[in-house]
């Protein structure tokens, strides 16, 4: 902690993010005092409030606590999400604070450490939070900053005096990754996304590339079979594919589905490792447990630990979250909102329920992806879902752009199918409509209508049995 040795408070814009309440989490447990801002209440800002952070509602600059007034004694970090006329950022910066980027900050923190980071378009927390639980539970301990909340910890963040190993989840946005310094990096994906930073898909290549680059010396590249490897590594990085499809050193095989579940064995560099079980659903999990297994090898844990813990895994909330699984309901949850991230997330929904009629509700992510992946949005949706509804763009960072709304993907699909409603008409929609297999799609506020929705499935199916 010599870096902000010099700082008693830290003060936090945007403290209701997933990777900024980790860090805020992170300077409270070492003694700071620790307060921040967010538009929004949520259960995470009532979680982190219950854990003894204060938190405010409005971005007045007169709401800022005293005690963080003082330049000499509280360090900012704020997230690129947040705009740059917000006031306390503006206030902040112009008074001589010391105001840090939450990517720089988290680089700080963990140049020391031996650094695991899974990057990719799609995966990266489901498998960052996977490696964590799994190398937690292992001989190596390790400490965690991750994009998402594991059940099994009820938290994304995870700290271990005793160990030197940290699992983050690497950011693609606004280039964050490449405040990292990797000792083991992992990329599962480099699919076109926030074309507003990269401009174009030569241009997210390039920033993975960049990433991979700051790999340290004798370090590890962890990639996903198929992908390029990027060319500017420096000295005795070395490299190793995963894959569940195509030939890898880490190779999934001999998968098998029984009582929900699936087995299946691996073959590594050191030979063939039989007899794992997930008890994640979906066969997506299957190659995002894969990496994840590769990952934890890498640093150091045993395969008998890993088989003991993987099937333990209680999984990630909105991560292919299972919440009702009868003969007459499925109602699942999943943070997806990439096209090709939706689409494998589809997939393994047919392949778990097969048969069976999916409705999906989807909150499309920010004007500039909705306008840029429209065409893309709606082929998929449309190829996969027997039911479509749309809910209205979430902006978060965003102010709205001329003509981007979430009709840019419905007119591409029949009324028949697809239908544009508002949050507060959903559960009254579907109240009309039903639903056999339910999914929610979205890294917007979707969550928020999760539980009206769950409300709304347990009480369809105690009318259900009240009927028989």
Known sequence: MKSFGEYSNVFFIGIGGIGMSALARFFHGSGFRVAGYDRTFGPLIQTLMAEGIEVLLDEAVAEIPETFTDPATTLVVYTPAVPSDHEQLKWFSEKGFMVLKRSRV?????????????????????ISTLTAYLLYHSRCGTNAFLGGIAKDFGTNFLSNAQSDLVVLEADEFDRSFWQLTPHTALITSMEPDHLDIYGTSAGVREGFAGFAARIRENGVLLIKAGLPVPDELATGVRIFTYSMNEDADFRVFNIRYKEEKYSFDMETPDGVLENFTSGMPGLINVENAAAAIALSLISGAKPDELKENLPRFQGIARRFDVLINTPRLVFIDDYAHHPEEIRATLESVRDAFPGREVTGVFQPHLYSRTRDFADEFAR????????????????????PLPGVESD??????????????????????????????????????????????RTWGEKKLLNSEGGA
């Open 106 to 126: 988290l680089g700080m923190i963990t140049r020391d450490m031996r650094s695991v980071c899974v990057a990719g378009t799609h995966g990266k927390t489901t």
């Open 380 to 399: 998929v949706l449309d190829e996969e879902l027997d039911h479509v509804i749309l809910l209205p763009v979430y902006p978060a960072r965003e102010g």
């Open 408 to 453: 840019m993907i419905a007119r591409q699909l029949s009324g028949e199918k697809c239908q544009v409603v508002s949050k507060d008409e959903l559960v009254s929609y579907l109240e009309k409509k039903g639903a056999d297999v339910l999914i929610t799609l979205g890294a917007g506020d979707i969550d928020r209508l999760v539980p009206l929705l």
